[in-house]
C-alpha cells in the first residue's frame, strides 16, 4: 500500500506537484508568524487577542518547500467537521493547524483545511484491507476538515495514525478556498491551493507503535529516514511539533504547524 494509483471511485491518481510552494513553520517560528502576520483590524466578538492582529514584521521570514504527493486514497467531498475519529479507537490528536499567505504571511481566514489519513491498523476509509486487515468500512471515518477561523487556525480532532506498506506515519492534507458548504455537511467546488502530508517524530511514534491497538499492525513499520516521500526536511517538509497530553502515550498529543500557501 504505497502512494501510487489505485482503482475505484476515488480520484486515485497522485497528482505530481512542480510549481506551487508552500511555508511551513513550526515552534517559536509559528509563534511569531502568529503573532506578526495578521494585517491590523478592528477587534470584534469572538475575535484573538490584539496581538494576534499585530501588522506584519517587516522583518518576517517565510520558508518554503514543495507540495507533496496526493496519494492513492483521497475521497471528494468529505465532511466539514471538527472530528473526524469517529468511533476509531487510538491515541487522540488534537491538530492545531495555521494558515497563512506565504507572500505577506498575513492569516487566511475562511479557508477549508482537509485532511485524510489511515487508522492505527494502516487502513483508510473506502479502502479498507488494502494493508491486510479486515474492519468495517464506512467510507468516512478519518476524514473531514473545517474551515479556518479569522486568525487562520483550524482546529481538527481525530486519533494518532498507524502506518500501511512502504510509507511511514502521515496524515495527507489539502487546503482550499471559496468552498461551498453544502445541507448534506460536506462541501463542494472553491479552489485548491495546497496539497501536503503532515509527518511525525520518529520517537514518539515508536512509543505509540508499541502499544495497542498501534501494536496489532501486521505490517512492518517504514520510518521517516526510510520514507521515499519525507525529505528530512523537518517543519519545512511538514513536520508537526508535537506535545504530550499526560503522562502516557494513550493519553495523546497536540500537533501544531503553520502553513503558507501561494494564493497566486
Avoid at 512542480?18 to 469572538?46: D, K, S
Avoid at 518554503?64 to 472530528?83: F, I
Avoid at 492505527?120 to 468516512?140: I, K, M, Q, R
Amino acid at each position: 500500500m504505497t502512494d501510487t494509483p489505485s482503482k475505484g471511485t476515488a480520484n486515485a491518481t497522485p497528482t505530481s506537484i512542480g510549481r506551487r510552494t508552500v511555508l511551513i513553520a513550526t515552534g517559536a517560528t509559528a509563534a511569531t508568524l502568529a503573532v506578526t502576520a495578521a494585517a491590523p483590524e478592528a477587534p470584534t466578538a469572538g475575535t484573538t487577542e490584539a496581538a494576534d492582529t499585530a501588522p506584519v514584521a517587516a522583518s518576517a521570514v517565510c520558508t518554503l518547500t514543495k507540495e507533496m504527493t496526493e496519494g492513492p486514497y483521497y475521497l471528494d467531498g468529505q465532511l466539514v467537521r471538527a472530528d473526524i475519529s469517529e468511533d476509531k479507537t487510538g491515541f487522540p490528536l488534537e491538530l492545531t493547524l495555521t494558515v497563512v499567505d506565504d507572500d505577506t504571511c498575513a492569516p487566511l481566514g475562511n479557508a477549508l483545511v482537509e485532511i485524510w489519513h489511515s487508522d492505527a491498523l494502516g487502513e483508510y476509509s473506502g479502502f479498507v484491507g488494502n494493508n491486510g486487515h479486515n474492519e468495517p468500512d464506512n467510507g468516512t471515518f478519518l476524514r473531514g476538515g473545517v474551515l479556518t477561523n479569522s486568525s487562520g487556525v483550524a482546529k481538527i480532532t481525530t486519533v494518532y495514525p498507524g502506518w500501511y506498506r512502504g510509507r511511514c506515519v502521515h496524515i495527507h492534507i489539502k487546503v482550499h478556498t471559496d468552498v461551498t458548504l453544502t445541507s448534506d455537511g460536506s462541501f463542494e467546488g472553491g479552489r485548491e491551493l495546497h496539497t501536503g502530508q503532515l509527518f511525525f517524530a520518529e520517537a514518539i511514534t515508536t512509543r505509540v507503535a508499541a502499544l495497542s491497538p498501534y501494536s496489532a499492525n501486521t505490517v512492518a513499520r517504514t520510518t521517516l529516514a526510510q520514507d521515499s516521500i519525507y525529505d528530512d526536511g523537518g517543519a519545512a517538509s511538514g513536520l508537526l511539533t508535537l506535545t504530550a497530553l499526560g503522562g502516557s502515550p494513550s493519553a495523546g498529543y497536540s500537533g501544531t504547524l503553520t502553513l503558507g500557501v501561494e494564493q497566486g
